[in-house]
């Protein structure tokens, strides 16, 4: 299985080989930064979605193929048995044109923790929540968490001005646990103009660092020039 620095998103409908490379403008169209890891690519029909319960916005897509690990059988707590298969994606791509999907990224995770006691802050690793961010030096992701990990549950991004809607769509043949969360551990990077945010399922950010960094508007502009 390749990795692809996706530098642009696909213009034409394509499947491309397992080497190694890196795709030029020529092929594709803007998307600078996204890393994917996968055996096959091929790019869909336009269409329109929405994110977050904002207007639809226009979204190119494509669905990958990729080898991941999933656990596939469990005897008990911290015991049972993991294989590689294959598994299927959609990736669906928009531009938040005005930066209403950015602000209300920031803007839920800000009101959720603001209202939070210092115990839950303090220990805000074991607090359940469902939208949060990748952060590195200025550079970050939102992520909004799928409710589980079935077919047709989704991760939703906000990288460099763009949505990122990855839906799960199935194994090729055998399965086991965990297909969608496999995306975000074993098959994704973000990469910015000095930093590269390499996600983990279970990763989360400081509530109190972000409180700060809202309150300074560092989420009021955008990351990358349209």
């Excluded at 603001?114 to 952060?135: A, G, Q, T």
């Excluded at 939102?142 to 991004?157: A, E, H, Q, V």
Aim: glycine fraction near 6%; charged fraction near 25%; aromatic fraction near 14%.
């Amino acid at each position: 299985m390749r990795m692809i620095f996706i530098c642009l998103l696909l213009a034409s409908t394509c499947v491309y080989s397992q080497q190694k490379k890196e795709l030029s403008k020529e092929n594709l169209t803007t998307l600078d930064g996204l890393i994917l890891k996968y055996n096959t690519i091929q790019k869909l029909s336009d269409s329109v979605t929405t994110f977050l319960n904002q207007k639809q916005i226009p979204v190119q897509r494509f669905t990958i193929n990729s080898n991941i690990s999933v656990q596939t059988s469990c005897a008990m707590i911290g015991k049972g048995t993991y294989d590689k298969v294959k598994a299927n994606y959609l990736i669906e791509i928009g531009v938040d044109t005005n930066g209403s999907i950015r602000k209300k990224f920031a803007d839920t995770i800000y009101n959720f923790w603001s209202k939070k006691e210092e115990n839950d802050l303090e220990n805000y690793k074991y607090v359940s929540v469902k939208i949060h961010l990748f952060y590195a030096n200025g550079d970050y992701v939102f992520y909004k968490k799928p409710s589980s990990n079935n077919i047709g549950d989704y991760y939703i991004f906000y990288f460099k001005n763009r949505m990122i809607k990855v839906s799960f769509t199935g194994f090729d043949t055998k399965g086991g646990f965990g297909g969608l969360s496999a995306f975000l551990n074993e098959l994704v990077q973000f990469r910015f103009e000095r930093n590269q945010i390499n996600p983990k399922n279970e990763m989360k950010f400081d509530p109190k660092l972000f409180i700060k960094l809202y309150k300074d508007n560092a989420f009021a502009t955008k990351t990358t020039k349209k």
